[in-house]
C-alpha cells in the first residue's frame, strides 16, 4: 500500500510563513507528477500548485509570488514553501502525487490525510 504523510501546518499570524512537507511510500515504481491542494469550509478543493518529474511547477494565480513548491525524487518529497500568508490562505491542505505502484497496470493518482493551515491574528 502507499502513503502520502503531510506535515508543518498549523497556526500562523498573517503576513508569516509555513512549510509544508509530504512524503510518499509504500511499494513505489515510479511518481510523475506531485502537488498540493486545499479546501476551505464550505468551498470545493482546489489546485494550489504541482511540479512535474523534472521539476517545472504551476502555480494557482492566487498564490503566485508567494508560495514555492518543490520536490526531492530521491526521497520521494514534495514540499511547499508558503510566505506572506494571508487569511484567505486558511483552508485544509492536501498533498496529491500520481504513482506507478509494483504490480500495476497503470498511473494512479493519491492524496495524503490533509494538515490544517489557519492564518488568523
Known amino acids: 500500500q502507499v502513503q502520502l504523510v503531510e506535515s508543518g501546518g498549523g497556526l500562523v499570524q498573517p503576513g508569516g510563513s509555513l512549510r509544508l512537507s509530504c512524503v510518499a511510500s509504500?511499494?513505489?515504481?515510479?511518481?510523475?507528477?506531485m502537488g498540493w491542494y486545499r479546501q476551505a469550509p464550505g468551498s470545493q478543493r482546489e489546485l494550489v500548485a504541482t511540479i512535474t518529474y523534472d521539476g517545472k511547477p504551476n502555480y494557482a494565480d492566487s498564490v503566485k509570488g508567494r508560495f514555492t513548491i518543490s520536490r526531492d525524487n530521491a526521497k520521494k518529497t514534495v514540499s511547499l514553501q508558503m510566505n506572506s500568508l494571508r487569511p484567505e490562505d486558511t483552508a485544509v491542505y492536501y498533498c496529491?502525487?500520481?504513482?506507478?505502484?509494483?504490480?500495476?497496470?497503470?498511473?494512479?493518482?493519491?492524496w495524503g490525510q490533509g494538515t490544517q493551515v489557519t492564518v488568523s491574528s
Open positions: 496529491n502525487a500520481r504513482l506507478f505502484m509494483y504490480g500495476s497496470t497503470n498511473w494512479s493518482d493519491y
Open positions: 509504500g511499494s513505489i515504481l515510479s511518481i510523475s507528477a
